[in-house]
């Protein structure tokens, strides 16, 4: 009896490792960099599309064998992070806002959610530049907001139109 609980045990303990060894490489892998790290066509696309801006920090991101180049900056009086390929090319652009810079329908989907109440600690509007289909509405902004609900923080993403997108 008690070798076969040892090799349910054993068995359980192998799987449980070879879980974490598969899944664990899935999840983004970000570096912060020194800007002569950065390759020279992601520094031209924020001279040439960020002008103003003082960068805060740079990194760099690995995912799905993916790299992204992320820069943490202000532009003017816009707190600013933009994610670009190697390449130099705009995939993502986060802003942060106020909240009360939220669209009207986002703040009232927000309010009658269940966590309207909740503190709000971060409110962003995300520009996804990366999608290729017309369908997708490139462009098109999202909203997130980070809220605390009882000691658990959750970001909730929300479309122009106040369409709940997700949580995280």
Do not use: W
């Amino acid at each position: 009896m008690r070798s076969v609980t040892l090799k349910i045990c054993r068995r359980t303990l192998v799987a449980a490792g070879m879980t974490l060894f598969l899944v664990a490489p899935v999840a983004a892998k970000e570096t912060v960099i020194k800007e002569a790290e950065v390759p020279k066509p992601v520094t031209e696309t924020l001279v040439r599309q960020y002008p103003a801006a003082k960068v805060d920090k740079f990194e760099l991101e690995e995912e799905h064998g993916k790299r992204l180049y992320e820069a943490t900056f202000r532009d003017g009086n816009r707190d600013i992070e933009v994610k670009l390929t190697p390449q130099g090319e705009l995939v993502e652009e986060e802003e942060m806002i106020a909240e009360k810079d939220l669209p009207e329908a986002v703040r009232k989907s927000f309010a009658g959610s269940k966590y309207g109440k909740s503190k709000i600690s971060k409110v962003e509007r995300v520009v996804d530049l990366a999608k290729k289909d017309k369908k997708d509405k490139k462009d098109q902004p999202t909203f997130d907001i980070k809220v605390t609900d009882g000691g658990k923080t959750v970001e909730l993403r929300y479309d122009a139109t106040g369409k709940l997108l997700g949580t995280e």
